[in-house]
């Protein structure tokens, strides 16, 4: 059976809308801040607990597998419990994930506080997604939802900066004291929220959340460790899971979105947006350091032209999508995503084509991580399922941003200009989401039910 969808605008009572959205972007805002903040400090922690470099990547593997783990099945329980107690509860998480990691006597349970703080922020990216998407019109929802790849990409340039300031003047332990009172400032905020909500009110699929998350973690440490038997654990708990999810009442896994072409496709297109945003992001100051003959501060300062670019193309590719339809706004973006991968591939022999190429490639990426995507899921489902597909959307999003400096690895180790192979891949990825998003996805999506 197929309907024409449009996600119900919920009334949200207590705060304004204003200040409702303001409130979840706050959220969203110490979350990015914390993907890069920890990288200055990350020198300071290894001394602290006497590590060497293979541990101390550690920090940032745990938080990438945990994140993963909880993106969908928070999503999916926020639309059983409320996306305001789901967000709640991540806010909480992530806070006492800071306490943890900073009073940690040894590196094991700053690892323990790593991957609570994860399990937080898997509360709070999804469902802000999903909030400001019920929050308003059709007519509105695209501008609204870029201003989450807006203010992550201000959190991901900043956090840095923040970073180093603070380790100029104080321990390493403050940059994770200072996510508490921002935490508490947005708990009370949120507390002002009233909302109405749907609430499915069905058993939960415990079963089905424990095989997902075994699932979820053996895929994403096989591919970020290049561990070929995690991965084959992945795969031989797929029919499992499968079977199980098709028995329960509300199983935590739709498989409707992996048997409807439409779904499926974004769910693909969303897992090649971050394998083409980690492949470039990640190796671009590699890149400028070993192709182009940069210093190592010049090297490091390379991608600044993309980031800029991906914060102003979130914005633009919102609006994009409220004036020409989500479609045609993400086809744009590979589009330039494929141009952008295949001129990397041939060569850039000045540093005026690399910085212009580099900004190109950025404006791409800012617009096919965005804002088009999740409008295209939520014309694509059940209203009552807007976290859940959030999710995982999410989800796919970070499985290719996993794959994506694994594969550079490969290719880097195989070849003399391993940058060859690996951007053309990337193009190829573009297109091959070009085609698909032309072949099996219409204009106003047919919704799951």
């Known amino acids: 059976m197929v309907m024409q969808s449009s996600t119900a605008v919920k009334p949200v009572k207590g705060l304004s809308k204003g200040a409702t959205v303001f409130t979840f972007l706050l959220g969203i805002l110490m979350g990015a801040l914390d993907h890069g903040i920890v990288g200055p400090a ?51 998480m992530f806070a006492v994930g800071s306490i943890i990691a900073a009073a940690a006597p040894n590196f094991a349970m700053f690892l323990v506080g790593r991957a609570v703080q994860a399990i937080g922020t898997g509360g709070i990216f999804p469902i802000t997604g999903a909030q400001i998407a019920v929050s308003y019109p059709p007519e509105r929802r695209g501008r609204m939802l870029g201003l989450i790849g807006m203010v992550f990409g201000l959190g991901t340039v900043l956090g840095p900066v923040i970073g180093g300031l603070i380790l100029e003047r104080f321990a390493w332990q403050w940059i994770f004291l200072i996510n508490v009172p921002v935490s508490i400032a947005i708990l009370l905020l949120i507390s002002g929220v009233r909302q109405e909500q749907p609430i499915v009110n069905k058993p939960i699929d415990f079963i089905g959340i424990f095989l997902l998350t075994v ?17 084959g654990i992945g795969l031989v708990l797929i029919p499992v899971l499968v079977m199980v999810e098709r028995r329960t009442r509300d199983p935590v896994l739709n498989l409707r979105y992996f048997t409807k072409s439409g779904t499926l496709t974004l ?24 192709v182009l003959g940069m210093d190592k501060g010049a090297a490091g300062m390379s991608v600044t032209p993309l980031a800029i670019a991906s914060v102003a193309a979130s914005l633009i590719g919102g609006y994009l999508a409220d004036k020409t339809g989500a479609k045609r706004t993400l086809l744009l973006g590979f589009a330039i995503t494929l141009v952008a991968g295949a001129m990397m591939a041939s060569g850039v022999g000045t540093l005026a084509l690399f910085y212009s190429v580099v900004t190109v490639m950025g404006f791409g990426i800012g617009i096919i991580i965005g804002a088009p995507l999740n409008v295209l899921i ?17 989800l796919f999003r970070s499985l290719g941003s996993a794959m994506g400096p694994t594969v550079a690895g490969l290719f880097l180790s195989m070849y003399d200009n391993g940058f060859v192979p690996l951007f053309a891949v990337s193009a190829i990825g573009s297109a091959l989401s070009i085609l698909l998003l032309l072949l099996f996805v219409r204009k106003k999506p047919a919704k799951v039910i």
């Open 378 to 394: 939520l014309q694509a489902v059940d209203h009552k399922e807007t976290g859940t597909a959030v999710g995982y959307i999410s």
């Open 42 to 92: 990350l020198s300071s922690i290894m001394a602290e607990f006497n590590l060497r470099s293979s541990w101390g990547v550690w920090s940032f593997t745990a938080y990438t597998l945990l994140f993963a783990v909880s993106i969908p099945v928070l999503g999916k329980l926020s639309d059983r419990f409320g996306r305001k107690q789901t967000f709640i509860f991540g806010i909480s």
């Open 267 to 290: 769910l693909a297109s969303s897992l090649i947006s971050g394998f083409v945003m980690a492949s470039s992001t990640n190796l671009i100051p590699y890149f400028s350091e070993t």
């Open 215 to 231: 699932l979820i973690l053996s895929m994403m440490l096989g591919i970020t460790s290049a561990n070929m038997m995690f991965v």
